[in-house]
């Protein structure tokens, strides 16, 4: 039964993803979902069958939305599919919240962006690994040392997944090294200026493309963060989240991506923020969705949430920033890479309410940075 209060989800996309997005939403009270589409019919049939109850099911998201009186969009589809479902979700006058990554796409993620503005509603990025308390614990400490210096993260690991990320150009940094690259800019509490990455394929590797890269950004509060990892590395494996060391003038803290991050300072330093657990709040894909339940039913005079996406856009140009670095052999400025997406994603653009917003935009890091500390919509 839906009570008046209920927020109504379509979810978009049933694959691996969709089904635990259904699962977390319908352990969470606050919402129900109503409709699942996927290109694939039999995918969302088969999806259906967790709930139990009643749920719409079809391939055309605005009909079913239509069909279902939603409000909310869930988008657990494939990447190349993020922009035109949020899109569509938007102009039905419905909020989304999307898997990673924002888009395919930098100029796609701005055209979502604007889209947002237009249709004045919340667009969140399920950036899943920052709702975590130890990396909460991690940015506590760090901000405990006195102004951070250096940041590193290590990743190695060795998963035969089969299928698409074998056959990537860039299956590491275009698939993986967003979690870390969206955990720095948390942890390190600043946003990337350039990047140096050069990424390579050991000789052993059973990827078509780059398995490996080592990548180094320069932070706007001066602090250097470097991501070296591989995907193609047997023996002595760091965690999913990789290995992390943070420096500052007062100390290192160093976090294993498992268990609690370990302070060493050179002086007696108080975290500012929460031990790891003690927030109370949850942790994976369900702390991302209570976030957005709570920045729906906030004031409007509430700051967005973390992650919603103007927000994250900037640990996708970190993304596409490190490629396009790996591929020219040169370091890129990622304010440059900003400007250009606009421009292509202005050429792009079919929807003139969207176009009018992306054409109003003043530099593109300081648009999003401004609206980063706007008042919520929704
Ligand atoms: N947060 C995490 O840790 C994490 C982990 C894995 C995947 N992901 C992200 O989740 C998303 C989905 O990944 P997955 O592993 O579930 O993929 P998947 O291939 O298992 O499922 C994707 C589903 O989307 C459907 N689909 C494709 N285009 C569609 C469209 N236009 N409309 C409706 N349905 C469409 C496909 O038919 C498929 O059923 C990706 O963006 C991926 O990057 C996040």
């Known amino acids: 039964m839906t009570t008046a209060s209920e927020r109504r989800v379509v979810v978009a996309g049933a694959g691996n993803m969709g089904r635990k997005w259904i699962a977390a939403i319908a352990a969470t009270p606050g919402a129900r979902v109503v409709g699942i589409v996927d290109v694939d019919a039999a995918a969302a049939s088969a999806a259906a069958g967790s709930l139990g109850g009643r749920v719409h099911l079809g391939t055309d ?60 509603r919340l667009v969140l990025v399920s950036q899943s690994r920052r709702y975590n308390p130890h990396v909460d614990a991690l940015a506590a400490h760090g901000a405990s040392l006195g102004g951070l210096g250096i940041g590193q993260t290590d990743f190695y690991r060795a998963p035969h997944f089969g299928g698409f990320r074998e056959e990537m150009d860039h299956p590491l940094l275009l698939d993986m090294a967003i979690h870390p690259f969206d955990t720095a800019r948390y942890v390190l509490d600043a946003e990337p200026v350039s990047v140096y990455c050069r990424s390579f394929n050991p000789p052993w590797s059973w990827y078509r493309g780059d398995a490996a890269a080592v990548a180094t950004f320069e932070m706007d509060s001066g602090a250097q963060y470097t991501y070296n990892a591989s995907w193609c590395s047997d023996g002595a494996e760091t965690s999913w989240n990789g290995a992390w060391r943070l420096n500052g003038a007062g100390g290192t803290v160093r976090w294993d991506g498992e268990s609690e991050p370990v302070l060493d300072a050179a002086v007696d330093v108080t975290p500012a923020g929460p031990a790891s657990g003690a927030s109370g709040a949850r942790s994976g894909i ?93």
């Open 61 to 120: 998201l605005a009909d079913l939305v239509a069909a279902t009186g939603a409000d909310v969009v869930m988008d657990a589809t494939v990447p190349a599919a993020h922009h035109a479902v949020t899109a569509i979700a938007l102009r039905a006058g419905c909020a989304v919240i999307g898997e990673k990554p924002a888009a395919q796409t930098l100029a796609q993620a701005l055209s979502l962006c604007a889209g947002a503005e237009a249709y004045d």
């Open 286 to 378: 369900a702390g991302a969705w209570d976030a957005f339940l709570a920045a729906l039913d906030a004031p409007p005079t509430t700051p967005r949430p973390r992650g919603h996406i103007h927000e994250n856009v900037l640990s996708l140009a970190m993304v596409e920033a490190a490629i396009y670095s790996a591929r020219a052999g040169l370091p890129v400025v990622i304010d440059d890479l900003l400007e250009r997406a606009r421009e292509q994603a202005l050429a792009d653009e079919t929807d003139p309410l969207v176009r009018e917003r992306l054409a109003g935009w003043g530099p593109v890091r300081d648009h999003l940075l401004r609206a980063g500390r706007a008042a919520a919509v929704g």
